[in-house]
């Protein structure tokens, strides 16, 4: 019998503020190679099969400007619905989950991270058929120490054990609805799955990809610039 096809949508957040950009605009809406970095992120999951659909998440008052200098424009059109975002990460990503009416697999991705690979996402959804509750993440490189207020070393922790998290994080939408509905949410939860680890869910990793860069600081852009250079070579 043939397995029933699972409904798969994702949420974008793009309602941050980028203060360490520091750039003139919202860094989402900085233009990379004639395009706005969020129309470069949407791109990659309006071009996946797997995703039906798409909640975009902005910031206060952006939601009309989306629509048409982002949406209308560069014809994204399986954004399903566009929503204003809160003050924190989690607020924007609540705001989008409730905006979903109903799916099996949940993929959370920032609008900031424009060169996620439809391989990852693909990766992602297998993944969280089977385990519930999965992100992709990469092997730090350098040795990272945990440093007091004095600026003292206070240890090392062991490198192997350390990765750094990326998104897509992606969910059976009931278990990581059920997370955010218990509310248990403060400054410590920079991502989805610190909110599952706090409810005590398994959150499984699988490997990201070292350009799957979150543009957080002007540096980011030259490196964003290089990426895109590479791909248009190839
Ligand atoms: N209240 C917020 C904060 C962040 N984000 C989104 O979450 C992603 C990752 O956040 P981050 O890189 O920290 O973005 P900003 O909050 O915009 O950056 P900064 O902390 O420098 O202000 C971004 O796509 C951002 O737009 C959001 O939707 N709502
Ligand atoms: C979700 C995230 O992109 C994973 O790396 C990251 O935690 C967002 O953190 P930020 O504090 O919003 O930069």
């Not at 809406?29 to 990659?44: D, E, G, S």
């Not at 278990?175 to 909110?195: C, G, H, M, V």
């Amino acid at each position: 019998m043939e397995k029933e096809k699972q409904q798969v949508k994702a949420v974008v957040v793009a309602g941050g503020k980028g203060k360490r950009m520091g750039a003139s605009c919202h860094k989402q809406y900085i233009m990379l190679h004639n395009k706005p970095v969020l129309a470069h992120t949407l791109q990659v999951f309006q071009d996946c099969t797997e995703i039906e659909e798409i909640v975009l998440v902005v910031g206060e008052g952006e939601v009309e400007f989306c629509q048409k200098e982002i949406l209308d424009k560069y014809q994204l059109s399986k954004v399903a619905r566009v929503v204003e975002g809160g003050k924190e990460r989690f607020h924007s990503v609540y705001n989008g989950l409730v905006a979903i009416d109903n799916c099996s697999i949940v993929l959370i991705h920032d609008g900031a991270r424009p060169f996620v690979k439809e391989e990852i996402i693909l990766n992602s959804i297998m993944e969280a058929q089977r385990e519930g509750a999965v992100i992709v993440g990469v092997p730090v490189k350098d040795t990272i120490k945990i440093i007091n207020d004095n600026m003292e070393v206070a240890n090392t922790p062991a490198r192997k054990t350390l990765w750094a998290i990326q998104t897509p994080q992606t969910f059976r939408y009931s278990l990581l609805r059920e997370a955010y509905d218990k509310n248990q949410w403060d400054e410590s939860i920079t991502d989805d799955a610190s909110l599952m680890e706090k409810v005590g869910q398994r959150v499984k990793v699988i490997m990201g990809d070292y350009e799957n860069i979150k543009l957080t600081t002007p540096d980011d852009l030259l490196i964003a610039e290089k990426i895109l250079m590479k791909g248009e070579e190839n």
